[in-house]
Each structure stands twice: as C-alpha cells, then as structure tokens.
C-alpha cells in the first residue's frame, strides 16, 4: 500500500496477492504436496489484505461517491506496522473468519465504539439462544 498510488492501492494489492496466491496454488498441486500447506493462511492473509487496502483507498475518496458503509469503514490514516500485524495474524480469524473489517477488530480490541457500551458478558446468552 505504500508504493502505490492511494486512489489505486487496492488494485495493485489483488493484483500482488493474487498472483502469488495462484503461483503458490499451482506449485502446491504439481507437486503434490501432502505435508501441511499454507494455502488456507494465503487466503485469509488475501482477503484482509483486500479489505484494508480498499477501506484505506475509500479513506481519500470523495464521500460524495462512497456508500454510508463505505464511509464508515474508511481509513483516513495507515495503521501502525503493529495494528497491522496484529490484525493480519490474529488468531480470532480462525474462530470467526478471515473477513471482518480493520475498524471492528480496531474497536473491539481497544475496547471503543458500540463494544464499549456492551457489559462484560451481555453477549453469552442472546448468542446462546441464536443456535437453540
């Protein structure tokens, strides 16, 4: 995201991850490979990557041209090379899935936004009765 221009940060993301996440695909099946693969983290790894690159593009946008959704999710600023890892390698990826946005995670780990008006533990019974 740094080398590319903002307005095309997202393109040259898909473009770079896509590709490598194709390359590593292929050499994966010629050589079939039966010992642990990292596809699966290539993947989740693709699509965050996705996800910032686009919400940090949205951030320079016109917001005459975004939608509410895109608005609120746009990054002004380039989180911290921690943020970043953090939010690329968090292991709660694997419980809920690889495609929740940097502001969420971002709110609910420094506990801000709609997370910190919830009581510690409001949350277990409603989620409880969802599967029921």
Not at 19 to 35: A, H, I, K
Not at 62 to 90: I, W
Not at 111 to 131: E, T
Request: aromatic share 14%; with cysteine; hydrophobic share 40%.
């Amino acid at each position: 995201m740094l080398l590319a221009p903002r307005k095309h940060c997202n393109l040259w993301v898909i473009v770079v991850c896509g590709t490598w996440l194709t390359v590593n695909n292929v050499v994966r099946y010629v050589m079939e490979d039966t010992g642990y693969g990292v596809i699966t983290l290539c993947m989740i790894c693709f699509v965050k990557q996705t996800i910032i690159s686009t919400n940090y593009k949205d951030g320079a946008a016109d917001a005459v041209g975004l939608t509410s959704r895109e608005k609120k999710y746009a990054l002004q600023d380039l989180p911290s090379f921690f943020d970043y890892c953090h939010y690329m390698f968090n292991l709660q990826s694997a419980v809920v899935g690889p495609s929740f946005e940097f502001r969420d995670w971002n709110e609910f780990i420094n506990l801000r936004g709609d997370i910190s008006k919830m009581r510690p533990g409001s949350n277990y019974l409603p989620a409880l009765f969802r599967f029921a």
